[in-house]
T-cell receptor, first 110, second 118 residues
Framework: KNEVEQSPQNLTAQEGEFITINCSYS?????LHWLQQHPGGGIVSLFM???GKKKHGRLIATINIQEKHSSLHITASHPRDSAVYIC????????????FGTGTRLTIIP | GAVVSQHPSRVICKSGTSVKIECRSL??????MFWYRQFPKQSLMLMAT?????????EQGVEKDKFLINHASLTLSTLTVTSAHPEDSSFYIC??????????????FGPGTRLTVL
């Protein structure tokens, strides 16, 4: 069974700061997901990646398959980025059962 | 991206009643849908895998007679919590899988349903 660990568990930063959230897993995977969950509970899929780097707006996700590690970066953070960010890994290409990390609660202070 | 909806978004019911939650893929067909449960301040836990036209596959420890799943069409899966009790109060989330191309699928999540059993 894959063990997924995220760090930090909680992160508070000032608006504008560069944010990094880390995710490590124990067993080789085919895909890693980064998800965003807002206080209301709804989940938004941010990225699915298996290698290299992806960028969408102010969000950047990287993955190192050899080191079993991924990072989510947020540039020029904004209070609306405040949410729980969840890393999830799977062993297939999207249609497989995911193992979730416990999440990182990010709070951006104006 | 593809849209997955859930209905209702919030439900409060009395102990002993049954509650049905719908998960719909709005603009794509999903052969596979997943049902998750999330307790406060905890991560998502997979309850079951729902495949269109066949019986759902439940994770260990999930009572299939308690949580009835029906995947009647390629765009709809339902989760029925039967004889709900306060310990069933939780946030239930579904996800749907779309085949983008051969050997490449993407998974999209619904907004979740918050169930409170009094």
């Amino acid at each position: 069974k894959n063990e997924v660990e995220q760090s930090p568990q909680n992160l508070t930063a000032q608006e504008g700061e560069f944010i990094t959230i880390n995710c490590s897993y124990s067993v080789g995977i085919s895909a890693l997901h980064w998800l965003q969950q807002h206080p209301g509970g709804g989940i938004v899929s941010l990225f699915m990646l298996s290698s290299g780097k992806k960028k969408h707006g102010r969000l950047i996700a990287t993955i190192n398959i050899q080191e079993k590690h991924s990072s989510l970066h947020i540039t020029a953070s904004h209070p609306r980025d405040s949410a729980v960010y969840i890393c999830a890994v799977g062993e297939g290409w999207g249609n497989e059962k995911l193992t979730f990390g416990t999440g990182t609660r990010l709070t951006i202070i104006p | 991206g593809a849209v997955v909806s859930q209905h209702p978004s919030r439900v409060i019911c009395k102990s002993g009643t049954s509650v049905k939650i719908e998960c719909r893929s709005l603009d794509f067909q999903a052969t596979t849908m997943f049902w998750y449960r999330q307790f406060p301040k905890q991560s998502l836990m997979l309850m079951a895998t729902s495949n269109e036209g066949s019986k759902a596959t439940y994770e260990q420890g999930v009572e299939k007679d308690k949580f009835l799943i029906n995947h009647a069409s390629l765009t709809l899966s339902t989760l029925t919590v039967t004889s709900a009790h306060p310990e069933d109060s939780s946030f239930y989330i579904c996800s749907a899988v779309i085949e983008v191309r051969s050997s490449y699928n993407e998974q999209f999540f619904g907004p979740g349903t918050r169930l409170t059993v009094l």
